[in-house]
Each structure stands twice: as C-alpha cells, then as structure tokens.
C-alpha cells in the first residue's frame, strides 16, 4: 500500500528528525523541509537507506513569508500530512532590552508557522482532505516572568490553531495542538530539567503519529503537563505575580 508523503517544516530540528524518522519507518515518502536543507545530507541518505522510502530535501525559510507560496509550488503534489517543528525559545532577558531580538522569537513561533500552516490549510480545503500538525507549547498556557515573550507566541499560535480546527473541521482537513513540555533537545542544552517532565524527541513523535491516526485534537505528550498547567493556570493573580516560575 502506498502511503501519503509527509511535509517535515523545521526538519533541521531534533524533533522535526524524530517526526521523520517515525513516519518513514510506516512507509511515508518525507520531505525535509529547513534553512540550509543541504546539510540534511546524511539523514536524507539514513531514512532512505534505513526505511526505503523517498526522501526529499526542500529549502525553507519561515521567516519569508513572500515565498511560502512558492515553496509549496515546488513540492509538486501536496502531502497529506504537514508538521510544523519550527520554533525559537530565544533568550527572555535579550528579548527585554532589544526588540528586534524579541521579534525574531515572536516571528519564529507565531508569525511565520502560522503563515505557512494558513497557506497549507486553504490548498488542503480545496483538495478535501489533509492533516496538519502545529508543534505549539505548555508555555503559552500562561504568561511567566522568566519566559513570557516566547510563551506569547506559543499562546498566539496555540489560540491560531484552535481557530483553524474549528474552522476546517467540517472541510476534511483536521488540525492537531501539540504541547510538549520540556524535551530533551539542543534548544534546551544546559538547562537543569526535571526527568519526569521531559520527553525525548522520539517520545514527541510517537505522540505526533498517534495523534494524527487517531485524530486527537490537543495533545499534552506527557500527560502530567496537563495537571502542571491546570494549577499553574488556577493561581490567583495577586499571589500569581509574586511567585517566580
């Protein structure tokens, strides 16, 4: 059985890699999609070599979002399952003092994820079916002092892809929420993380595909996040604001 291609945008990342490798262990055709995609050389060659399946490498720029359009012309047929792992955590005390820093980060999580997903979303309603799967995180839940400007626009694009759920909902086009919490990743490299709160990138991709074969809408792929949030969401905002989280 021939299975549908499946878009890996941000496939540079260490969770973009594990998405790929997971659905072409099914059989899925890939395409890697990222900035600089020449280096994904050598995980090209892997998953093909490994899986047997087709492997594409596809320059991406998120940031451009002139040339979303174009991008997804290239590609040919349009894959039936599209992953956003794009994302920038940033350092909260740059983002403070320069705001061109924190634009990038607003950019990188919201702006352009949600440009390109809105762009793959219109082409999956025309066409009538497709999946796409938007990588958003438990930071957005609420707004905190140490990492407010990354949670906002993980806020803003959890809150966008809720809104494209609902929309898309009867088109045949279903819209998955993805919030990870803490994983084990380059992004995070250094920080002190609890071990029952982190995931492994395999972890998160395993999640992804159940997600997306049993159309789960929201996913927490740790489910204690969802007690975390629900507490921290409940503080009151007097005692709120004096806590440092």
């Known amino acids: 059985m021939t299975r549908p291609a499946v878009l890996i945008l941000g496939a540079r990342s260490d969770i973009g890699l594990a998405v790929a490798r997971r659905f072409a262990a099914e059989g899925h055709p890939i395409v890697l999609a990222a900035r600089d ?32 359009a174009a991008f997804l012309d290239s590609l040919g047929p349009l894959p039936v399952v599209a992953v956003s792992a794009i994302g920038l955590m940033g ?21 352009g994820p949600a ?19 938007g990588i958003s995180s438990v ?49 995070t490299a250094g920080m002190d993380l ?19 074969a ?4 929201v996913i927490y792929v740790k489910p204690v996040w969802q007690l975390v949030m629900a507490i921290i969401r409940n503080i009151p905002e007097p005692i709120f604001k004096r806590l440092k989280l």
Do not use: C
């Open 37 to 68: 995609s020449a280096s994904l050389a050598d995980a090209k060659a892997d998953l093909t070599l490994r899986h047997s399946v087709a492997v594409t490498l596809a320059e991406f720029d998120v940031l451009d979002t002139a040339s979303h």
């Open 91 to 111: 350092e909260q005390a740059a983002s403070e003092r320069d705001a061109q820093a924190a634009a990038v980060v607003l950019r990188t999580n919201f702006e």
């Open 115 to 133: 440009a390109i997903l809105g762009e793959i979303a219109n082409r999956m309603e025309a066409r009538g079916n497709g999946t796409l799967v």
């Open 139 to 187: 930071a957005g839940d609420r707004g905190r002092a140490t990492n407010y400007i990354y949670g906002s626009a993980k806020a803003g694009f959890t809150a966008w892809l809720s809104g494209l759920r609902n929309r898309l909902a009867k088109k045949g086009v279903h819209v998955v929420t993805v919030l990870p919490g803490f994983v084990d990743t380059k992004m």
């Open 194 to 212: 609890p071990a029952k709160l982190t995931a492994q990138p395999d972890q998160v991709a395993e999640a992804i595909h159940r997600a997306v």
């Open 214 to 217: 049993r159309k789960r809408n």
